[in-house]
């Protein structure tokens, strides 16, 4: 009667010293992981402090308030003791029984679609000066065309744009002429590549030129053959003054650096990869934490396997 | 037998960071930074001037919401409020201390370690 008592606390044991000892293994791997991670900030913060001397102050202030993470965490229950956790909507059920014994392991996931989830946001407070007077130097420009073109009537206006419209389509006809193989220049007709590029370059300075027209047509009031429905014109303008207004964080996608201005000390930018290393550390030392949690279930299991073979 | 089973959602979840603006600098430039819809940020920076309170706040707030896995909360910062962090047991999210950009990683502060210690019985 006794005996398979003791065979079952002794079992016990043995699983609860196998755990003890995974315990303290993991915790040496915490300690080691705490000291690289230790090297890896202070080596991401001299970087900044070298950033910080090169182009001035770097904080708060230049936070994008739209931010959206990039960098993500997927996590995966492992369950020890044969029971299930769940799926889906297991996480919840993981946070409320920390009894459980369920053991949760953090993967990294970086997104490399953040840019097109990121929403038309405001430049931060304190965007580079030039950015900002060239925005407005072109925002001044089509209003300073249009009111030029009230003054003299708006026909020179759009003259000038269809003029330029047409510039643009020769220079286009001419890159087709080469197409068909002139030959004679032989780098420009060889490489496609090039040309598709030249090409995409046109189809986006004919896209800017529609635009212009639009905006004037829109501004002018009487610009033009472009007027086109209101409502179209309304919600083009208004996606060019989010272009504008967005800067390097709408056109920029969404790497943080360019938070800080479009030519960024290289100081800056082995901060971030210094610190992108160290949350790759903080996250094997979230699962290495994670090891050490079954010791509390560890030591009452046992406790309970003694108490029950001395009575 | 151990099962794998993925528990989060597509997107993934979230890292939240309470530390030095320096620190917070250095892990926004990495990606972890996000403000959502309700402009509810996943980061805090402590500086000498932010109370006591504002910190076991935003520290209550992160562990509440159900989209952050890992918080991260530099030494110097939860020694402020090692009470709540003691206070908070559940896996999910993960609590881990960091070094602070002005004091090294002290072992025995870590309220992780101290737990391990305590039932472990090294005192």
Aim: hydrophobic share 40%; aromatic share 4%; glycine share 10%.
């Amino acid at each position: 009667m006794a005996a398979p008592k003791v065979t079952s606390s002794a079992t016990e044991l043995d699983a609860a010293e196998r755990e003890f000892v995974e315990t303290m293994d993991a915790l040496q791997e915490y300690l080691q992981l705490q000291a690289r991670l230790q090297d890896q900030l202070k080596k991401g913060l001299m970087n900044l402090a070298r950033a910080k001397y090169s182009m001035g102050p770097i904080g708060q202030a230049q936070y994008d308030m739209e931010m959206q993470a990039s960098v993500r965490v997927a996590i995966k229950s492992g369950d020890e003791n044969g029971g299930s956790s769940g799926g889906g909507g297991g996480a919840v059920e993981g946070a409320n029984a920390p009894c459980s014994g369920t053991r949760y392991s953090f993967e990294i996931r970086k997104s490399p679609n953040a840019a097109t989830a990121r929403r038309p946001s405001p430049p931060p407070a304190a965007a580079a000066a030039t950015m900002d007077r060239a925005k407005a130097a072109a925002e001044a420009t089509p209003a300073a065309a249009a009111a030029v073109a009230e003054a003299r009537g708006s026909k020179n206006v759009a003259d000038e744009v269809a003029a330029a419209d047409s510039v643009v389509r020769l220079s286009d006809l001419d890159l087709l002429d080469d197409d068909d193989g002139s030959g004679e220049d032989g780098g420009l007709s060889g490489e496609g590549g090039k040309e598709e590029e030249d090409e995409k370059e046109l189809k986006v300075a004919n896209e800017f030129l529609r635009r212009m027209r639009l905006l004037l047509g829109s501004d002018g009031g009487d610009g033009g053959g472009d007027g086109g429905s209101e409502g179209g014109d309304v919600a083009e303008v208004e996606w060019i003054r989010r272009v504008r207004r967005g800067g390097r964080n709408g056109g920029g996608g969404s790497d943080p650096l360019h938070w800080f201005g479009v030519l960024v000390p290289p100081a800056l930018k082995d901060a971030q990869s210094g610190f992108s290393a160290a949350l790759e550390t903080c996250l094997l030392l979230a699962n290495t934490a994670q090891r050490m949690g079954p010791l509390y279930h560890a030591t009452s299991s046992a406790g309970a396997a003694e108490e029950g073979a001395a009575t | 037998m151990a099962k794998n089973v993925n528990i989060t959602s597509a997107d993934g979840m979230l890292l939240a960071v309470l530390a030095d603006e320096d620190t917070i600098t250095g892990f926004l430039l990495a990606g972890v930074g996000n403000v959502d819809l309700r402009k509810k940020k996943n980061y805090l920076v402590v500086d000498s001037k932010t109370s006591v309170r504002t910190i076991e706040q935003a520290f209550k707030e992160f562990s509440a919401r159900e989209d952050i896995a890992v918080i991260l909360i530099s030494q110097q910062v939860a020694s402020q409020i090692r009470h709540v962090i003691a206070a908070h047991n559940k896996p999910i999210p993960s609590v881990l201390e960091i070094p602070s950009k002005d004091c090294p990683y002290d072992p025995s502060q870590d309220s992780l370690l101290k737990r391990v210690k305590l039932i472990a019985g090294f005192n």
